[in-house]
């Protein structure tokens, strides 16, 4: 009888869960909360290129996934009394920018046909009498022999493993996004630069990230070649109390960026974006960080 593996959330992490399963020919539900496809959602993510040829020779990706990769990585910051650019350094740093939604589908694609189970959030896990796993939602209890969890910071399976471990927000925010090449057609010596090289600009407290991505097929032309890019960016900062993330994020790229960087960031609501504060974990007894969600004090 085959080993049974519930895979509890189908993003990436679970859909690479998933392949792994059934290769080693397990019999493997996967169960995601989220009723909608998920190749829409998320924004640029980067690989390490060996871990890409990696991933590429397992066949856990298929080689036809559009990638963006560059081999440079370029520090820029803004010139001493003015708004205009100044290079700091540059240094071989080959990574290989992906499409979120794109590498999602690939991974999904490669799960095959494993039972892949939407809009069914998993309530609880716990133990039949027998020791083995039960995984229950509103719809189903059912036991497996192996629980993966990769449900995120609020993971059932980590209540389980280690009930005193409890979620706070890190002391930064994160602003993402990814917009059409369009949007900042006026600044070509910056796409030009983007096309070999992804940019790092710091600022006190933290530093955003821009490089290109693949377009998926509801972007640009649909198309999987070079001509479909979008621009992605990922801007760390710390928010005061009770900030805004969108003017803060504008305020912080006017006051800190060079124009044409601070530019294409006042140009993101034309694109996908969102922020968010990536949770952290500690034991009961351990000191807590003084940090706070916006609009909240710490505790």
């Known amino acids: 009888m085959a080993l049974r593996i519930g895979v509890i959330g189908g993003s990436i992490a679970g859909c690479a869960a998933a392949v792994a399963g059934s290769r080693a020919g397990a019999d493997v539900?996967?169960?995601?909360?989220?009723?909608?496809e998920l190749q829409?959602?998320?924004?640029?993510?980067?690989i390490p290129p060996g871990l890409h040829a990696e991933l590429l020779g397992s066949g856990?990706?298929?080689a036809a996934m559009p990638t963006a990769p560059v081999g440079t990585r370029v520090w820029l910051t803004r010139q001493p009394g003015g708004r205009s650019v100044r290079e700091l350094a540059r240094q071989r740093s080959p990574v290989t920018p992906c499409n979120w939604g794109l590498l999602w589908r690939s991974l999904r694609a490669s799960a095959?046909?494993?039972?892949?189970?939407?809009g069914q959030p998993v309530t609880s896990v716990g133990r039949d009498g027998a020791g083995r796993a039960v995984i229950t939602t509103a719809r189903s209890e059912e036991p497996y022999d192996v629980v993966v969890g990769a449900d995120g910071h609020a993971s059932a399976t980590r209540r389980l493993l280690a009930p005193g471990l409890r979620p706070e927000p890190a002391p930064y925010a994160v602003w993402r996004g990814a917009i059409p090449l369009g949007a900042p057609a006026g600044r070509p010596r910056e796409l030009e630069l983007l096309r070999d090289a992804w940019v790092t600009l710091g600022f006190p407290g933290g530093h955003g990230i821009f490089y290109?991505?693949?377009?998926?097929?509801?972007?640009?032309?649909?198309s999987t070649g070079p001509g479909n890019r979008l621009l992605a960016y990922a801007i760390y900062g710390r928010p005061p109390e009770g900030?805004?993330?969108?003017?803060?994020?504008?305020?912080?790229?006017r006051e800190h960026f060079p124009a044409a960087w601070a530019d294409i960031v006042a140009r993101v609501g034309g694109g996908r974006r969102s922020a968010t504060r990536s949770p952290t974990h500690r034991p009961p007894g351990s000191p807590a960080r003084r940090c706070c969600w916006p609009g909240t004090r710490p505790g």
């Open 40 to 46: 829409d959602r998320g924004f640029g993510i980067v």
């Open 112 to 118: 095959g046909a494993v039972r892949y189970l939407r």
């Open 212 to 222: 290109l991505i693949p377009g998926g097929p509801r972007d640009g032309d649909g």
């Open 29 to 36: 539900t996967v169960y995601e909360r989220s009723e909608a």
């Open 243 to 253: 900030a805004e993330p969108g003017p803060y994020v504008h305020e912080l790229a």
């Open 60 to 62: 856990y990706l298929d």
